[in-house]
C-alpha cells in the first residue's frame, strides 16, 4: 500500500513571469533540469514591408512548471520569474486536464482568439470527438447559430475561444470543467 504524502506529489504549477520574457524563463527553466511547459501559437504579424508567422504565448506571462510543492522556490532566482501564482495564499495548482487542454490547443495549427474578459456562461460540459482539438474538454456556448468551445483555465482566469462544428463535439454527463 502506498501511503505518500500528498507533499510528495508532484503538481503542474503557474509562475508568472517578466512581460515578454515567457520564451527565455522556459528555456532557463529547462536549462536548470525543471520541467516545464510553455503553449505557444503560430500568428502571422505584419510590419510595414512584410508579413510574418511567429510564435507567442497562448497564455501572456505565464509559464507552467511540474514539480512538487516544496522545491517551487527553485523557480524564484530564475531570471525573469516574478513569483509563483497563488490562490489563498498557497501556490495555485494547475489540473491535470487544463495542461492538457493547452498542449491541444498549442499543437493544433488551427487559428483562434484569445479572450481573458469573457465571462462564461453556465453550458454543457462537452468533448471535441474529430479535428485539430480532438480530446478537448470543454464548455459549450451557441452564440448566433456560431457553435464555440470555451476552455475556461481556472486557475488563470483566462478563456481561450475556438470554433468547432457541432458534428465534432461530444456531450459529457455529469463532468464539470470549471
Keep these: 500500500m502506498n501511503l505518500s504524502k500528498p507533499e510528495d506529489k508532484k503538481y503542474w504549477y503557474a509562475i508568472f513571469t517578466k512581460p515578454r520574457a515567457e520564451k527565455k524563463v522556459h528555456q532557463r527553466m529547462i536549462d536548470s533540469d525543471i520541467e516545464a511547459f510553455l503553449p505557444l501559437v503560430k500568428t502571422v504579424r505584419q510590419w510595414s514591408d512584410r508579413k510574418k508567422t511567429i510564435q507567442i504565448p497562448l497564455i501572456s506571462s505565464y509559464v507552467f512548471v511540474y514539480m512538487l510543492e516544496k522545491d517551487l522556490n527553485q523557480t524564484l532566482p530564475i531570471q525573469g520569474t516574478v513569483n509563483v501564482l497563488k490562490h489563498l495564499g498557497k501556490p495555485a495548482k494547475v489540473r491535470d486536464i ?5 498542449k491541444i490547443l498549442s499543437d493544433s495549427n488551427e ?10 456562461l453556465k453550458g454543457e460540459v462537452v468533448e471535441v470527438l474529430k479535428g485539430p482539438f480532438m480530446g478537448l474538454i470543454a464548455t459549450c456556448e451557441k452564440t448566433s447559430g456560431n457553435h464555440r468551445v470555451i476552455v475556461k483555465i481556472d486557475s488563470l482566469g483566462s478563456c481561450i475561444i475556438v470554433n468547432v462544428p457541432l458534428s465534432y463535439l461530444r456531450k459529457i454527463e455529469n463532468k464539470s470543467v470549471v
Design 98 to 102: 487544463e495542461i492538457e487542454n493547452l
Design 111 to 120: 487559428s483562434f482568439e484569445i479572450d481573458n474578459s469573457i465571462k462564461v
